[in-house]
């Protein structure tokens, strides 16, 4: 349950707001990942830092920006986000081979007003 | 298009019953195929996973799956349910090539499981 942990639980924030979102893992673990779980849709994988390179998914809007300043944390920086953009954002990380599992955090429940 | 699907949006049985829910995929060669599980208010959870060798996978909690290519199923399955298993359940699944990590899922399936 506190291998991955992440800050805020809750977050509420207007339109021309700027926030991040904070991830940790204590599992040592060399790769991270951001998911978007949007009510009535697929869990949308958003990046993946692996070895600290990183990989994203093209249909992400540039107003979510990634960062990984070491394989224990993540940060999701948030601007002119949108109400659409209104959803529970997951971290997970993994060891970091294809077929390994990966542990999710407990998610940040964003509110875009 | 969406390489793995859960027909069903929300499955219901009775405590005690035996649970199935459904998994296919539409990827060619020999997928990873995952089973996650959500609670309230929580994260995901690793349930199975299936990469090679035999084609029924025994995870956590007695949930187990049955790899079958030849219907590119992958679907979950309990003898026995419990209230305490009502929870919402993700399959997911990684085509070969391997292409970074990227686990995909399906929609997720609600289990409501009845006393």
């Known amino acids: 349950e506190t291998g991955v942990t992440q800050t805020p639980r809750h977050l509420v924030m207007g339109m021309t707001n700027k926030k991040s979102l904070k991830c940790e893992q204590h599992l040592g673990h060399n790769a991270m990942y951001w998911y978007k779980q949007s009510a009535k849709k697929p869990l949308e994988l958003m990046f993946v830092y692996s070895l600290e390179e990183r990989v994203e998914n093209n249909s992400v809007p540039s107003r979510f920006s990634p960062e990984c300043p070491n394989s224990s944390h993540l940060f999701l920086h948030l601007h002119t986000l949108q109400p659409e953009d209104s959803a529970l954002y997951l971290c997970a990380s993994s060891p970091g081979t294809v077929t390994d599992t990966q542990y999710f955090g407990p998610g940040t429940r964003l509110t875009v007003l | 298009a969406q390489s793995v699907a859960q027909p069903e949006d929300q499955v219901n049985v009775a405590e005690g019953n035996p649970l199935t829910v459904k998994c296919t995929y539409s990827v060619s060669g020999n997928p990873y195929l995952f089973w996650y599980v959500q609670y309230p208010n929580r994260g995901l959870q690793f349930l199975l996973k299936?990469?090679?060798?035999?084609?029924l996978v025994k995870g956590s909690y007695g949930f187990e799956a049955e790899f079958n290519k030849s219907q590119t199923s992958f679907h979950l399955k309990k003898p026995s349910a419990l209230v305490s298993d009502s929870a919402l359940y993700f399959c997911a699944v990684i085509p070969p090539p391997n292409a970074g990590n990227m686990l995909t899922f399906g929609g997720g399936t609600r289990l409501m499981v009845k006393p």
């Open positions: 299936y990469i090679t060798g035999d084609n």
